[in-house]
């Protein structure tokens, strides 16, 4: 069940956004050389100790939707705890992803000196899911995390995003 409802969650926010060799750092996630328009960072190579601080268990793993490339993106998805969290790679500019009116509510945070903000999706009624985006060298990394339908505290998932992303952001290249 899990797994179904974030690869629909997944589905939604790709295909909203589609409109619209190898070097690896100490301590970061390894990257790759990629066709044009495709990301270069590949957010299934974070490692597995930088996940479990996150509260995802590695094992969980899931690499685009279903198993389908999506074009123009790299994904990959864990679960946890009556939490998710999914990291999207692309080639698009920031200031697409934040011109895309399928989101909303975009905040500014403080994530390492990077320019980062939080944002959420326009059709999340629910309030379960909190994106936080920035810049990484040439791609646009967004970390979806989320609550199961039921587990979303009084404060919503943005905080949750906010952690996580503080606690993944070291491991994605500049």
Not at 6 to 30: K, M, N, P
Not at 53 to 73: C, F
Not at 143 to 150: L, N
């Amino acid at each position: 069940m899990r797994s179904w409802g974030v690869a629909v969650l997944v589905v939604a926010s790709v295909v909203g956004l589609a409109g619209c060799g190898s070097t690896s750092v100490e301590g970061q996630a390894e990257t790759t050389r990629s066709e044009a328009g495709e990301p270069i960072f590949d957010p299934c190579s974070i490692p597995d100790e930088v996940l479990r601080a996150a509260g995802a268990d590695p094992a969980t793993e899931s690499r685009d939707i279903l198993g389908v490339k999506q074009p123009g993106w790299k994904l990959c998805d864990w679960g946890g705890d009556g939490t998710a969290i999914t990291v999207f790679a692309t080639a698009q500019a920031l200031s697409e992803i934040q011109a895309n009116d399928r989101f909303t509510s975009f905040m500014s945070i403080d994530l390492d000196d990077r320019e980062a903000f939080t944002f959420r999706e326009v059709t999340d009624k629910r309030n379960e899911y909190c994106d936080v985006v920035f810049a990484a060298g040439t791609d646009t990394v967004m970390i979806k995390s989320g609550y199961f339908a039921g587990r979303t505290p009084a404060e919503g998932p943005c905080p949750l995003a906010i952690r996580n992303a503080r606690i993944l952001a070291p491991s994605i290249p500049d």
